[in-house]
């Protein structure tokens, strides 16, 4: 058959089946919000979402989630019976329906295909091996602070994220506020000449060993599932006290401190500041007159104090350079070594450290498989400083630490504590 009799044979073709088609084919009409119409986004441009472990501060984040257009909520996760079902309680009011699943094990969340990312707010004895775990079974992650429990999950965690390629948002939203990227970035390009000094506010310095309290009757497992809760860490027998306000922290062993619980924040802002979120401090002394004092290679002092600051709220920093400083917290006010360095420029008034910017940079992330500001390795090396500082002041003596091998130098004991034992079967 020639080319012009194969042309005219595939046009008698096509006219016959659209003749039928057009028989069999009703009209068919959907509604504005199937299609992405009246300022909604469709179904099928949705990142769709579960949240594991959402008490008091994981209600927050997932109610910032819930605002966002572009996200749909469909599970919640959590070893306490109250807490899975306030938190479906939030998301089907949201959404207006019953359609919100619950469960108590983390592992049949992440089974589902149809979940793109999850909302980790668990306690801190979970969020790396929980976030391991999503990331393995290909989910993006959004986990609250502090992420790990010791140097050694903190450099495990990122790999794994390196490995799988997921998309990784520790929760330290202040790096989306503008007036702390507005601090850091007048430290990192100079503008307050070559920087001497960074200070974070670590909420206090005290560590400890984890407790163990008194037995108590375990309640219902659909009421409290007490061997998921603890996860990873050390076991222990219940006690109701422990349901709140008690992390496990580094299991049987050093509990974190303020250091690593509301100073992450401050000490991550301080990472930023100095150009060193590929790195750690090199030296660490134990707190001496209310300061704990370390050193990073480049010569910059990172101090943490809990006293001396200016009347700019919470989570304050402040960065020192030879020409200038600037410090600001919370409250969004900024006070400045001299005027000029803000060359005309405006900086939102943001009170009260929202976490909207934080999670929108996530989910724009999680579309464009872009980094999120507080990525996987950002978050490694913020902790790893962290947990050296902890141990430092733990051991009471100054310690010297290697960057490259992630280890301190001539000192075994401190060496232990950058790891420890996880509970089978939850390794990362």
Partial sequence: MSVPARRR???????????????????????????????????SERIVMGGIGIGGRGTYVLSCFLEEPDVQFVAICDARGARREAAKRLVDQKYGNQDCTTCRDLRELLARDDIDGVLIATGPNWHATASALAARAGKDIYCEKPVTKTIAQSLALAEVIRRTGRVFQAGTQRRNLPHFAFACELA????????????????????SMSGWLPAEPEPPQDEVDWDLYLGPAAWRPFNKAL?????????????????????????DLCQWANNADDTAPVEYNPPENGQLVARYANGVRLVLRDEGWLPLGSCPVRFEGDTGWIETGDSAKM??????????????????????????????????RGKPRANADVACYSHITCHAANIAAFLQRPLKFDPQTHEFIGDEQANRLRSEASRDPWRI
């Fill in 9 to 43: 044979a595939r046009r008698r073709f096509l006219a016959t089946t659209l003749k039928a088609s057009s028989l069999l084919i009703a009209p068919t009409f959907l509604p504005a919000a199937a299609l992405g119409r009246s300022g909604t986004v469709a179904p």
């Fill in 335 to 368: 006070v400045l070594s001299s005027p000029a360095l803000l060359a005309g420029r405006k900086v939102a008034a943001i009170e009260n450290y929202p976490a909207t910017y934080h999670v929108r940079d996530f989910l724009d992330c999680v579309k464009t």
């Fill in 188 to 207: 990192r390009t100079g503008r307050l000449g070559n920087l001497q000094t960074v200070y974070a506010h670590p909420a206090g310095m005290a560590t």
């Fill in 243 to 267: 349901l709140d306000g008690f992390n496990f922290e580094k299991g049987g062993g050093l509990v974190g401190g303020g250091v690593l619980e509301w100073g992450s924040h401050c000490v």
